[in-house]
């Protein structure tokens, strides 16, 4: 079974830019959950999609958003690039009625210059 | 406000020798605890869960060790390899369809 796949692997952009990144879950996973890494704040959940519709949000600005298509497919989107948001951005998929079970992409590492 | 706190940060040991994480969480809510353990350039990898109604689990090398009372676990790695050399992370979730929140991390190195 193919794990979750991310794309692209590497960004960079420049402040004030918008960005992109999506997300191919497990086959059969119909969760996906974003999260940031980085090395100062570790691991901060983003938000989580279910079957389209988000469910559930962590603690970052509007300029953060995501969505859902319905092959389970995710896209995360970032405007208005400043450079704090530079780190590696990493989706995780959970197959229904697993206890929270989360398997995790690659990432995408964004670089905001 | 960290909810989980992971210690130490980085850690040093000898090839054969026995490798020991520990976390320490705040809300009582908590009932899931996973390890991940993270290479460079890789995300993070479930390596071994517990749910509170055990106090230990073990899987091959690596066993987590489960104190309710004291709202703490650990991870143990037996016989520490120096393919073992990683990040690892806790974390903890509630029941139903909750984030994971994560420990910070402790960075593993096994020399020979």
């Known amino acids: 079974k193919a794990g979750v796949t991310q794309t692209p692997r590497y960004l960079i952009k420049t402040r004030g830019q918008q960005v992109t990144l999506s997300c191919s879950p497990i086959?059969?996973?119909?969760?996906v959950s974003w999260y940031q890494q980085t090395p100062g704040q570790g691991l901060q959940f983003l938000f989580e999609?279910?079957?389209?519709?988000?469910?559930n949000k962590g603690n970052f600005p509007g300029r953060f958003s995501g969505r859902q298509f319905s092959n389970s497919r995710s896209e995360m989107n970032v405007s208005t690039l400043e450079l704090g948001d530079s780190a590696l951005y990493l989706c995780?998929?959970?197959?229904?009625?697993?206890?929270?079970?989360?398997?995790f992409g690659p990432g995408t590492r964004l670089t905001v210059l | 406000q960290q909810q989980v706190k992971q210690s130490p940060q980085s850690l040093i040991v000898q090839k054969g020798g026995i490798s020991i994480i520990n976390c320490a969480y705040e809300?009582?809510?908590?009932?899931?605890f996973p390890w991940y353990q993270q290479f460079p350039g890789k995300g993070p990898a479930l390596l071994i869960a517990?749910?509170?109604?055990?106090s230990e689990k073990k899987e091959g090398r690596f066993t987590i060790s489960f104190n309710k009372s004291a709202k703490q676990f650990s991870l143990h790695i037996m016989d520490s390899q120096p393919g073992d050399s990683a990040t690892y992370f806790c974390?903890?979730?509630?029941?139903?369809?909750?984030?994971?929140?994560f420990g910070k991390g402790t960075r593993l190195s096994v020399i020979a």
């Open positions: 086959s059969g996973h119909r969760s």
């Open positions: 517990i749910r509170p109604d055990v």
């Open positions: 995780a998929s959970k197959r229904d009625g697993s206890y929270n079970e989360q398997f």
């Open positions: 999609y279910f079957s389209e519709t988000q469910r």
């Open positions: 974390a903890a979730s509630m029941s139903g369809n909750t984030p994971l929140v």
């Open positions: 809300n009582t809510a908590f009932d899931y």
